[in-house]
């Protein structure tokens, strides 16, 4: 059995402790908690009968967990990181994994010194569909990709930003593309492949923050695919959906829902037995858009460090998609298409606004 704590008792932290403190993932169970917050450390401590700490040295110490979650806001996960991971324990981190290279750079060199797996949730890729849509694309079905497209139309009030003094801020989480659209951005470089260039534009349209609540982006793959990312947490007056397309000379598959759960098109020119099963069988909406990745997630954690796999999700390849998003920060900035590899130099993700 492995021990996982938390560190981080906020929204995310509901569905972590909800699966390791009910016993829904096989091989691990929840031993302790903490928040900087007190009562919110209480509030979920109480719920699975666990210790609660307000200072994680201190849980760390006393509780010698084999894998500690850090479900902190998204500009403190490398300082956090970087402090657990001399304690040589695995460490699940919420995406995005950090906001500036510099930062995941540090969180890479100090987990590999310390002999830690550093393992970056992006559960969207454990969705069945998307697994199947993954499968395809293995398999070669689609032959030449020729279009890839992510759609994310969430509603996001100015409730949800003042929630917290973290949200919305450049310093600290950046807005719908670093936030929401991470999973989106996520799966489609790693559906169509490396990213050659991309040019973008953003506005804040519906809500009072310093980032962007919208924003379109025109992608160009190294494989000469063209993509497009759509991404806006502006949608009212409720969440509409979270999706993908991939389209190639020889099938196209678009997966939809609130959280890319949904398989609404599965269609290719050379046919196989099991396709209309699989179109049947995949077309479940989850109730809400953090979808039912999670579960799926823990399951390969267990996995990767019971059995010493490689984890999916690494930081290097978490790194690969934070250069993505800062790339189309430097675009929205500079007005011009950004080619990667690349290091940012307008991009304001991660930095103080002063
Ligand atoms: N994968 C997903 O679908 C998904 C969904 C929502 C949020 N997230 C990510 O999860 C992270 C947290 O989001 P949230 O909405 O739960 O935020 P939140 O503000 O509700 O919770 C964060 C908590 O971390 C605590 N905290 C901060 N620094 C700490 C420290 N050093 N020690 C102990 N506690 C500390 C805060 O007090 C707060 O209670 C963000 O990075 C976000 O992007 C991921």
């Known amino acids: 059995m492995l021990k996982f704590a938390l560190v981080g008792c906020g929204r995310i932290a509901k569905r972590h402790s909800d699966l390791l403190g009910h016993g829904e993932i096989a091989g691990a169970q929840l031993v302790a908690v903490c928040d900087l917050d007190a009562d919110r450390a209480k509030v979920i401590a109480g719920k699975f009968d666990v ?92 032959g030449k990709l020729v279009m890839g497209t992510v759609r994310v139309r969430w509603c996001r009030t100015q409730e949800y930003y003042d929630q917290d003094k973290w949200r919305g801020t450049w310093e600290r989480d950046g807005g719908v593309i670093s936030n929401q659209a991470i999973h989106h951005v996520d799966l489609l470089s790693w559906m169509m492949g490396d990213v050659e260039s991309v040019f973008a534009k953003s506005s804040t349209a519906l809500v ?9 982006v025109i992608v160009r793959f190294r494989n000469g695919a063209l993509g497009i990312i759509e991404a806006t947490t502006a949608t009212r007056p409720t969440d509409l959906e979270g999706s993908i397309s991939v389209l190639g000379e020889k099938g196209t598959v678009e997966i939809g829902g609130f959280a890319v759960n949904e ?92």
């Open 208 to 216: 009072d923050i310093e980032t962007e609540d919208t924003a379109a």
């Open 51 to 142: 210790p609660h700490f307000t200072d994680m040295h201190e849980m760390m110490q006393k509780i010698e967990p084999d894998v500690v979650s850090v479900l902190t806001d998204s500009g403190s996960h490398a300082d956090v990181v970087v402090s657990l991971a001399p304690y040589g324990k695995h460490i699940v981190v919420e995406k995005p994994i950090a906001l500036t290279l510099d930062d995941v750079d540090r969180m890479i060199t100090t987990c590999d010194r310390n002999g830690v797996k550093l393992f970056v949730v992006q559960q969207n890729r454990f969705n069945v569909p998307v697994v199947k849509l993954r499968e395809a694309l293995d398999e070669g079905r689609f």
């Open 263 to 354: 398989m609404k098109v599965w269609n290719f020119t050379e046919a196989q037995d099991n396709d209309a099963e699989t179109l049947e069988k995949y077309s479940v909406n989850p109730p809400n858009v953090y979808g039912f990745g999670h579960k799926a997630y823990y399951d390969h954690v267990v996995d990767c460090v019971v059995n010493k796999k490689q984890q999916l999700v690494d930081g290097l390849e978490g790194r690969k998609g934070l250069e993505l998003i800062s790339a189309i920060y430097e675009s929205v900035e500079t007005g011009q298409e950004v080619f990667l590899r690349f290091q940012p130099k307008r991009c304001r993700l991660g930095l103080s606004a002063s």
